[in-house]
């Protein structure tokens, strides 16, 4: 066995057992799933009857935008994941075996995009029932969910390197919880990035959390002629921006991440 097949045989069996570690702690994955419901509950109940939106039903306009949110959230499993075996010491005892130096960290990040597939499966139920509908073709409906769970995996990326760098379960959810809330409220996940103040909007359209949330209304046909034209090149091209992001995220944490992994197994 070549070491391509090697590393792909490697990272599909630990990917099945950090499966099986969310069946034994089911807390994880309900955790990732309750959050986005209790968002999607508050806005659309609580604040979507003072929040307007021109030409369409906040639910609709919500719907994409808790998508994104609960990706962003759902990464950081792979980080608390990782800073946890590394403190149970799980990381010396892979370093003992005959396996691929990647296959931890691949293995990780698709157990994840397995999780984020579930979470976006489950938003997608809660969301047809609250209101959201999609007024696009089947084929860009998919497309939409495919560029959601790409991210989602490019992401993973991201808080792995963030945990490897921490190294500690408790910095790392402190340091993540640090993350993602500039991420997802200095977006356009809940109200239009328009409405925003000035600097405030200039970093609200260049967040590729905007740009992702974007992509979706677009690929799910939650958009409006009413709404405002945006003016910046991601909000414009949101699904070509969301694919260069999430390229970008892959080309630079997926080497960073492993350099730092084999450096926290060599102690």
Excluded at 124 to 129: I, Q, S, T, Y
Excluded at 191 to 204: E, H
């Amino acid at each position: 066995m070549n070491a391509l097949n090697l590393a792909i045989a490697d990272g599909i069996t630990i990917t099945k057992r950090n499966v099986l570690k969310i069946k034994r702690a089911p807390d994880l994955l309900g955790g990732v799933v309750m959050l986005p419901i209790v968002f999607v509950l508050l806005f659309a109940y609580v604040f979507g009857s003072m929040i307007s939106v021109p030409g369409m039903s906040y639910q609709e306009y919500l719907i994409p935008g808790i998508f994104v949110v609960t990706i962003v959230q759902s990464a950081q499993i792979t980080g608390y994941t990782l800073t946890q075996d590394l403190q149970k010491g799980i990381f010396d005892r892979f370093r003992t075996l005959p396996m691929a130096p990647t296959a931890v960290l691949t293995g990780q990040t698709l157990a994840d995009l397995l999780t984020n597939f579930t979470s976006v499966v489950v938003m997608a139920l809660v969301g047809l029932l609250v209101g959201w509908r999609v007024h696009s073709s089947p084929a860009e409906v998919v497309l939409g969910f495919l560029v959601l769970l790409l991210f989602a995996y490019a992401f993973s990326w991201v808080t792995a390197t963030v945990a490897l760098a921490l190294r500690t379960p408790e910095v790392f959810n402190n340091i993540a919880t640090l993350m993602s809330f500039p991420l997802v409220f200095l977006s356009n996940a809940f109200v239009d990035s328009a409405r925003l103040p000035g600097p405030l909007q200039v970093v609200a359209d260049w967040n590729p959390v905007s740009t992702l949330v974007q992509a979706a209304r677009v690929l799910f046909g939650n958009t409006d002629p009413a709404l405002p034209a945006p003016d910046t090149w991601p909000l414009q091209h949101p699904v070509a921006a969301s694919l260069l992001w999430t390229a970008l995220l892959l080309v630079v944490f997926v080497p960073l991440a492993t350099r730092l992994y084999k450096k926290a197994v060599s102690r």
